[in-house]
């Protein structure tokens, strides 16, 4: 079965980084395109970067462009988002997403808290 799970989150101050990371199972990583999203309390949860499956292609949030960085290795089944400049608008529970047959499948989610 199809396994998504997220670690790397936490507390940080504004203006820092974190790197999260996704390790996947139960499916043929390689062969799919990779997503984070993102839910912040009380809102809905948003599409925040994603990434094709050899990693040439990526796509951005506006609101995280040039802050964030989404990269994978297939080596691994490993996603990662590297989330510098951090500002406490970022805050929200970070969740890994893969669409296979038409069928959305999330893992946990990690929690990023930016506060001073």
């Known amino acids: 079965q199809v396994q998504l799970v997220e670690s790397g989150g936490g507390l940080v101050q504004p203006g820092g980084s974190l790197r999260l990371s996704c390790v996947a199972s139960?499916?043929?990583?390689?062969?799919?395109?990779m997503s984070w999203y993102r839910q912040a309390p009380g809102k809905e949860r948003e599409l925040v970067a994603s990434?094709?499956?050899?990693?040439?292609?990526?796509n951005y949030a506006d609101s995280v462009k040039g802050r964030f960085t989404i990269s994978r290795d297939n080596a691994k089944n490993t996603l990662y988002l590297q989330m510098n400049s951090l500002k406490p608008d970022d805050t929200a529970v970070y969740y890994c997403?893969?669409?296979?047959?038409?069928?959305?499948?999330w893992g946990q989610g990690t929690q990023v808290s930016v506060s001073s």
């Open positions: 139960g499916f043929i990583f390689s062969s799919y395109r």
């Open positions: 997403n893969v669409v296979r047959f038409m069928a959305d499948y």
């Open positions: 990434i094709t499956t050899s990693g040439g292609t990526t």
